[in-house]
């Protein structure tokens, strides 16, 4: 079983520039997730897709930032005019969709430093 | 609110010691989960353990055990006979039923570091 795949792996930009990462999930799962982790804290939750459907984005995310999935497959995050504070690591989940509380399977994350 | 709270920040053990880690956790949800990860310096969160809230019964897996206790709102980890790649962060995280969503809240960390 291939796990989660996110590319690329490090990103280095300058203030304004746009971004984008992409995300592959495990082929059978429905939901993909994406959170952001900043230095010493947990993951934090930006938005969560079913199939193709985005249902849900936290408020972390602002208008500068962009996720798609089209055909449910895999999913980009966009982020514009980037800033300073946009430097993270941006971590990518997938599970199924069968049962609540399904087990979340994590890719390596995208470390993205805006100098 | 911090839904998930881990107060040790970093614990140092020498190797074949054991350690535990704590984990309490705040919900109004009578059906939630909760999980355990494991984040090396590489960055991949890896999966370790998954308990759902209707389910008490402690268990071993390999080095790894866990004691959930409802009446304490707590989900404490123990790596037992640590070893050096043990050496990582470890983070409790919930998941409740009510956002059907799934989405994880997470703990600050546990930065465990296994001397050898």
């Known amino acids: 079983d291939t796990g989660v795949s996110q590319d690329p792996r490090h990103k280095i930009t300058k203030r304004g520039q746009n971004v984008t990462f992409r995300c592959d999930p495990i082929?059978?799962?429905?939901?993909l997730y994406w959170y952001r982790q900043t230095l010493g804290q947990g993951p934090e939750f930006l938005t969560y897709?079913?199939?193709?459907?985005?249902?849900?984005k936290s408020r972390l995310l602002s208008d500068r930032f962009s996720a798609e999935r089209p055909k449910g497959s895999f999913s980009t995050l966009e982020i514009q005019r980037t800033e300073q504070g946009d430097s993270a690591m941006y971590l990518c989940?997938?599970?199924?969709?069968?049962?609540?509380?399904?087990?979340?399977?994590f890719g390596p994350g995208t470390r993205l430093l805006v100098l | 609110a911090q839904k998930v709270t881990q107060a040790q920040t970093e614990i140092s053990v020498v190797e074949k010691e054991d350690v535990t880690l704590d984990c309490v956790y705040e919900?109004?949800?009578?059906?939630?989960?909760l999980f355990w990860y494991k984040q090396p310096p590489s960055g991949e969160l890896v999966f370790l353990i998954r308990?759902?809230?209707?389910?008490?019964q402690n268990e071993i897996s390999g080095r790894y055990s866990w004691n959930f206790q409802k009446s304490t709102s707590s989900f404490n980890f123990t790596i037992t006979a640590s070893q050096v790649v043990d050496s990582a962060v470890y983070f409790c995280?919930?998941?409740?039923?009510?956002?059907?969503?799934?989405?994880?809240?997470f703990g600050k960390g546990n930065q465990v570091v296994v001397i050898p």
């Open positions: 989940a997938s599970s199924r969709d069968v049962y609540t509380g399904e087990t979340q399977y």
């Open positions: 082929s059978e799962h429905n939901r």
């Open positions: 897709f079913q199939n193709e459907a985005q249902l849900e």
């Open positions: 919900t109004r949800d009578t059906t939630y989960y």
């Open positions: 308990r759902n809230s209707f389910d008490e």
């Open positions: 995280a919930l998941s409740e039923n009510a956002y059907g969503n799934n989405r994880l809240a």
